[in-house]
């Protein structure tokens, strides 16, 4: 799926695996946790707002939809802002813009009002923290990478367990508009995890190298070359089609058990079950994956989280009592999990660090049309069988078949480029090394042919570089 870049920063500076990186890592895991649990954790104070502005729950939760578009759709911008002033600058602006949009939606007076300040104004701070934080954590680790995203990941469960019975206090003790302005202050943090984003120090260079060192390619704002990787294309169009049915069961799962006949609260448990395994299910498939075996085959893994979960849809939507239900929130959890850790391990691994910040900006953006698409449709189809088990089922099926396009398509991409002989330009290329590198007399005398020949002799050797698991994806 296209050879792994090796994960040194733009700098040229080689990935600490620790050290300051820890404390990197620590802000990753505030950042994913206010990012992803943020627009489900507001969507306890829309009984509030009904109740003032007179609208219905559908006008209530375009909040929650415009907060995940401006996560998910903003990527693109993100990427030129990193590129153009840096990671820490741009987290420090997105979270005083994070902050400020929920502090001034507490003195809205009208639903519009609301959308602009709590929905674009907060979702553009949190999409301009979210996305430089994992570029970062790119930058900072190498070797425990799966890990360390692993347990930057566990902040979204974690946060979502802790702000939605936060939320219900605020809003008993000081209303919707104190809510609103006390976690406008909590988003502050925002800021103190951006300043943790400390840029890594390229070393000390000798005078000898430094006139080499100044010729450097000046760096593109929105690098689109990353569409000439075919393993980013693949991964990709696998996770836009994984988008459109992940995030629907745990939208229904709630509504289902209450179809079903029982009590609000104990249908709300359902994901307190969820995310409670989800918080301990993506550290340990970070662990799993970082293991020497499975990391050069992450994609794999990654095709079986994804094909796990599909199946784990297919199989709730035959769930007909409550039992049924915890059964699928446990797996779904386990699952859910899984694809969290891996789904930017994966993207971190094809592209490498270089194109990181491009890459990951252009996926979200095309997740952002999936995230739109899917829980509406959804609605939809449910709206006119009204019956769940067909929401599931073509959730488990989109996932799935995710999962058999970015499998099949690694396979086939991988056994393509083993096939591939080694071109002209190559071979000037391994020659223009040879000459750079052998500077004594004797070494000077290689000339062309004999590169040619060596070339030939060994084509086995040399397609290492592309063929080889561990520095393929």
Request: hydrophobic share 45%.
């Amino acid at each position: 799926m296209g050879a792994v870049v090796a994960d040194d920063g733009p700098s040229g500076v080689k990935a600490p695996d620790g050290g300051w990186g820890w404390a990197v890592l620590f802000g990753c895991f505030i950042i994913t946790g206010f990012s992803y649990a943020f627009p489900k954790a507001v969507s306890v104070f829309f009984k509030e707002l009904i109740r003032e502005f007179g609208i219905g729950y559908s006008d209530t939760a375009w909040i929650s939809s415009i907060l995940l578009a401006m996560l998910y759709g903003t990527g693109p911008l993100c990427s030129v802002c990193v590129n153009r002033f840096g990671c820490r600058p741009v987290m420090l602006v997105g979270g005083l813009f994070a902050s400020m949009g929920m502090v001034i939606a507490s003195f809205c007076t009208s639903i519009i009002q609301i959308y602009l300040t709590a929905g674009v104004i907060t979702g553009l701070g949190l999409a301009l923290n979210f996305q430089p934080s994992l570029i970062m954590l790119n930058r900072y680790f190498d070797k425990r990478r799966p890990l360390a995203n692993g347990l930057s990941a566990a902040g979204s469960p974690v946060f979502l367990c802790a702000l939605s019975p936060l939320g219900q206090i605020l809003q008993h003790e000081y209303g919707w508009r104190g809510g609103f302005l006390i976690l406008g202050g909590m988003l502050l943090n925002c800021c103190v995890c951006g300043a943790l984003m400390r840029p890594l120090e390229p070393p000390k260079k000798s005078e000898a190298t430094k006139e080499p060192a100044e010729k450097k390619v000046k760096k593109k704002l929105l690098d689109f070359s990353v569409f000439k990787d075919g393993g980013f294309v693949i991964y990709t169009l696998a996770a836009s089609i994984m988008v459109l049915g992940l995030f629907v069961p745990p939208v229904f799962v709630v509504s289902y058990a209450k179809d079903l006949g029982y009590q609000d609260t104990k249908a709300a448990f359902l994901l307190t079950i969820l995310g409670f395994i989800d918080i301990f299910a993506r550290p340990i498939c970070g662990m799993v994956a970082g293991l020497k075996w499975v990391r050069p085959r992450c994609v794999y893994l990654f095709s079986f989280a994804m094909i796990f979960n599909g199946f784990t849809d297919l199989m709730g939507s035959m769930s007909v009592d409550y039992g049924g239900l915890v059964v699928f929130c446990i797996f779904f959890g386990i699952s859910y999990g899984m694809v969290g850790a891996l789904q930017f391990e994966v993207l971190m691994a094809i592209v490498g660090t270089q194109k990181f910040s491009s890459a990951i900006g252009l996926v979200l953006l095309a997740e952002a049309m999936a995230v739109l698409i899917g829980p509406p449709s959804a609605g939809k189809l449910l709206d006119a069988t009204g019956r769940y088990m067909f929401v599931f089922i073509i959730a488990g099926i989109e996932v799935t078949t995710s999962a058999l396009v970015l499998a099949l398509g690694n396979f086939f991409c991988i056994k393509k480029k083993s096939e591939e002989p080694h071109t002209k330009e190559e071979a000037a290329e391994r020659e223009e090394l040879n000459k750079s590198e052998d500077k004594t007399p004797e070494d000077a005398k290689v000339d062309s042919i004999e590169v040619e020949q060596f070339l030939k002799d060994e084509p086995e050797k040399n397609g290492e570089v592309v063929t080889n698991p561990e520095t393929c994806v």
